[in-house]
């Protein structure tokens, strides 16, 4: 049962945490990035490259992290391991070393995933030893970090609110926030900002994986956004391009309930799969819950449904939304709820509300996700000097030689002015690679909307008859 699996994941948690704390780590994360550095130390002789019966067996890893097993007979590669080597104890070895570094490579990204979520402080020298990991380095360095001021970190522990104004005191102290690249330098590690100037980082230097929070409050999320197109970089998961929720002003009023999601409906499996894989559990009396142990916190999601049953007749309609203090069970001000927590909350029941809606609603036609995909799009015409692309609302209005278009940025379905509806089938596995994207996500979607404004603002080049006929109403 979901609850049993909870408290049993919950109790290895805390073995881990103890065996961390006990070897001298503050947390398990770093820990485990500490022992896997250790281990690529071990893998050396593979990375120099093992001679067996003629073949240069040979452990690499590219510019990505990504480790591959190489081989060569008399300076000429080979595809595939020769069948006299299958049973070797060295080669074997070698391929299983491949496996666990590719293990390694995605573990290292949930990790960092789930320290942006978390905002986990690291310490500039504990980054600069992943820096020197050639699966970790990588996507650490395609990230943007958040540099904490020393006095930032002594008020970690203040009172929820101001008496004068009610609000919370993190937006004033976050104006000191610095963000930027991580940069290896002759004399230690730097932060590289918006603008390319580099500042030094002493080794006890707090430093975490920005959220769009700290971007939007710092005045440089869309400057950031123009520099992962501009320099093509690609970060291991949705980070600048990442949905953002904020507090609306109706939830100011309501203080303690959310209803954004309020009359809803949504498929019970549906959703309760998708939430549980986030670290959500069912609540035979309370519902979907989640538990923030770290900032003593649950959220809970109401709704008019037994989330146990079928529910044959009526879908469950969601209601609200409320935080409430681990230990005493009191509501808590959704003002006082820290931002990344509330937002990456309201991300998770985005989500389920789009891809579990009973309307069968398009999975990638959320609110959020449009403003992201528009945001995309405008870099990439931007990028590639298109000028007869223009954006309204969640559409792209595209004027062509052909035909007038316009292309949803949500469901990626397109009409041309005088036309209706143009097919244009996607082909996924073409498209992905051609269109550069600023995530390492295994977004098909994406990559089909992109093409296909490409495609339509140079639609003179278009040699598809089957998208001709359409166009021209043959």
Known sequence: ??????????????????????????????????????KLAE????????????????????????????????????????????????????KETVKELKEQKRRARESLERAMTESTLFRADELEIILNNPVLAPMAAGLIWTLEEKEERGHAKQSQAEPETGRKPQARKEAAHRNGFLQKTDTGLALQDIRGGLSPLPAEAGLRVSHPHDLITAGEWADYMHVLYEKEIKQPFKQ??????????????????????????????????????????????????????????????????????PADIEA??????????????????????????????MRDIDLAVSVAHVGGVDPEASHSTVEMLTAIARELVSLLKLSNVSFIGAHAKIHGTLADYSVHLGSGVVHGEGIGMIAILPVHSQARGRIFLPFADDDPKTAEIMSRIILLSEDKKIKDPAILSQIRGL
């Open 1 to 38: 049962g979901s609850q049993r699996r909870e408290s049993e994941k919950r109790a290895a948690a805390t073995a881990l945490e103890n065996l961390a704390m006990t070897a001298g780590f503050s947390d398990v994360n770093r820990m485990t990035w500490y022992l896997e550095s250790e």
């Open 240 to 309: 600048v391009f990442r949905e953002y929720y904020p507090i609306t002003e109706e939830e100011r009023q309501e203080r303690t309930i959310s209803r954004r999601y309020a009359g809803l409906q949504v498929q019970p499996q549906k959703t309760v799969a998708l939430l549980k894989g986030r670290g959500w559990t069912v609540d035979y009396e309370e519902g979907l819950q989640k538990v923030f142990y770290r900032d003593n916190l649950i959220v809970r999601m109401y709704a008019l449904a037994d989330w146990f049953s």
């Open 316 to 345: 469950p309609t969601l209601e609200e939304i409320q935080f409430f203090e681990r230990e005493t069970g009191k509501p808590v001000e959704l003002e006082a709820v820290p931002p990344v927590l509330f937002s990456e909350t």
């Open 43 to 94: 893998l050396t002789p593979f990375f120099d490259g093992v001679e067996l019966e003629g073949i240069l067996l040979r452990l690499e890893i590219d510019e990505e992290g990504t480790a591959a097993l190489a081989m060569e007979k008399k300076g000429k590669p080979l595809k595939t391991l020769p069948k006299a080597l299958n049973k070797n104890e060295t080669a074997l070895a070698i």
